[in-house]
Structures are given as structure tokens and as C-alpha cells.
């Protein structure tokens, strides 16, 4: 199972693109919404998640993945929920996936040191240690970040291959028309 944290202010397209290429490619992907289950975000479109920070345990965690968007990832960044999550993800080894402004969630918490990532132009400053890349979306380990809401289907692509294996993404994208 897999978290996608919304917090108000979130960026719209990044997160409910990601996350149906997600539900498409059948993988469990559950909303959390960051002080209660209704968040509006960065455009003033509310969403109605499928729960709260208060009901989201670690039982079953494959990973974490982070809408961007502003103020919506900085309201990630000072959850505690959200900060203990990507925590647990990052000692179990398991998934972390950002896009634009998020990725300077894990890159302050000194998780992409090393690492390959990539984040919306500006706040590369922000990916403490990271080998920056100009790709869209990259994958380092068990990490995935991408650039921003362009990118975005792209991105939950990459987790579908990260998860499924590429031909399962290939396939996928197959029915999605992309250009």
C-alpha cells in the first residue's frame, strides 16, 4: 500500500494525475489527508481523501509519495505525521516519491544525499546533497522524484514501473494516449 499525503495548498494535477495512473495500474494507493479528509488545494479545489493522518499506520507501507504545490509542501514538511512516514520509509527501505516543490521534503531531511533527483526549477538549493539532474523524473533507488504538474503522469508511470516491472508501465501508458 502506498500513501499520497495531501495537505491544503497542494498542487492539483500532480497529485490526482499520479494518483489514478496509480489506481489504473491497480496498485493500492490511499489519500491521507494532513489535518483532516477534506484539503483544498493550491487552485481552490477541495478533495475528500480516504482518510486523515490520525487513521494511517505503517502496517502494509510500501511507500510514500508527495504532491507538490505551494503552500501545500511546506504544510507537508511541518506534519509530523508526514515527517515520521517518510522516516519509516527511508529505514525500511522502502519507496519515497516527490514531485516538484516536494522533493525538498526528503532532500531537508538529508535523504537525498547521493542520490539522483530532480525537482521544479529553483529549488535544487533545497535537495541537500543530491546529484541534480535536467530529466523530468528520476529514479535513484528507492527514490523517485519529478519536475512538476507536466510531468505528472510520467511520474506515476515511473512508481507503476517501479512496482510492476516496466512492461506493465508500458502497457499502461499504451491506453493513456500520451504524446
Known amino acids: 500500500m502506498l500513501y499520497m499525503f495531501f495537505a491544503d495548498g497542494f498542487e492539483e494535477v500532480e497529485a490526482i494525475a ?13 489519500s491521507v ?4 479528509r477534506r484539503i483544498t488545494g493550491s487552485h481552490g479545489i477541495p478533495v475528500y481523501c480516504d ?26 514538511l511541518e506534519s509530523s505525521a508526514v515527517c ?3 522516516e519509516f520509509c527511508e529505514s525500511q527501505g522502502k519507496l519515497i516519491a516527490a514531485i ?12 537525498l544525499k547521493g542520490e539522483k533527483a530532480t525537482c521544479f526549477p529553483g529549488f535544487e538549493k533545497d535537495l541537500e546533497g543530491a546529484v541534480i ?3 523530468y523524473v528520476v529514479t535513484s533507488g528507492t527514490k523517485i ?26 502497457e499502461l501508458e499504451a491506453t493513456l494516449q500520451i504524446s
Open 18 to 30: 499520479t494518483l489514478d495512473v496509480l489506481r489504473r495500474a491497480k496498485i493500492d494507493a490511499r
Open 33 to 36: 489527508g494532513v489535518g483532516g
Open 51 to 76: 482518510m486523515d493522518t490520525d487513521e494511517a499506520t505503517f502496517t502494509g507501507l510500501d511507500g510514500v509519495i508527495l504532491p507538490g504545490g505551494m503552500p501545500g509542501t511546506l504544510n507537508l
Open 84 to 86: 515520521e512516514t517518510i
Open 100 to 111: 516538484c516543490a516536494a522533493p525538498l521534503i526528503p532532500g531537508r531531511m538529508g535523504l
Open 133 to 135: 539532474s535536467d530529466k
Open 145 to 170: 522524484t519529478a519536475r512538476g504538474m507536466g510531468s505528472a503522469v510520467r511520474f506515476g508511470l515511473e512508481i507503476v514501473k517501479y512496482f510492476k516491472g516496466e512492461a506493465a508501465a508500458k
